[in-house]
């Protein structure tokens, strides 16, 4: 198994910028696909973005496309996600999560995510 645990999330200004670090430990993150997730103040759960396990392909939710950025070292056992242009709708808790499933199965569009191991989470708020 993997753990997860995300850094990164604080206080920012609308049009700011947070990158948000997911280390993992346990097992090295290359072995699984990791998607990152938030959740606003009383709404469900989201797909923000996702990466395959070797970095070469990415998928983001519209909302966040031209915006954000997913990325992996995989020698660092580490995934971030950078976060441009903050709006005050971004604000949610953020959390890693990683899969075993397939790129090809498009578990990053699935409204199940199945992800297999999830993070805890970092709070990022967005002041207007």
């Known amino acids: 198994q993997v753990q997860l645990a995300e850094s990164g999330g604080g206080l920012v200004q609308a049009g700011g910028s947070l990158r948000l670090s997911c280390a993992a430990s346990?097992?090295?993150?290359?072995?699984?696909?990791t998607g990152w997730f938030r959740q606003a103040p009383g709404k469900e759960r989201e797909f923000v973005a996702a990466?395959?396990?070797?970095?070469?392909?990415?998928y983001y939710a519209d909302s966040v496309k031209g915006r954000f950025t997913v990325s992996r070292d995989n020698a660092k056992n580490t995934v971030y996600l950078q976060m441009n242009s903050l709006k005050p709708e971004d604000t949610a808790v953020y959390y890693c999560?990683?899969?075993?499933?397939?790129?090809?199965?498009?578990?990053?569009?699935?409204?199940?995510?199945?992800?297999?191991?999830w993070g805890k989470g970092t709070l990022v708020t967005v002041s207007s």
């Open positions: 999560a990683a899969t075993s499933a397939p790129w090809v199965t498009r578990w990053y569009a699935r409204r199940e995510y199945g992800m297999d191991y």
């Open positions: 346990g097992r090295t993150i290359s072995s699984y696909g």
């Open positions: 990466i395959h396990r070797s970095g070469g392909s990415t």
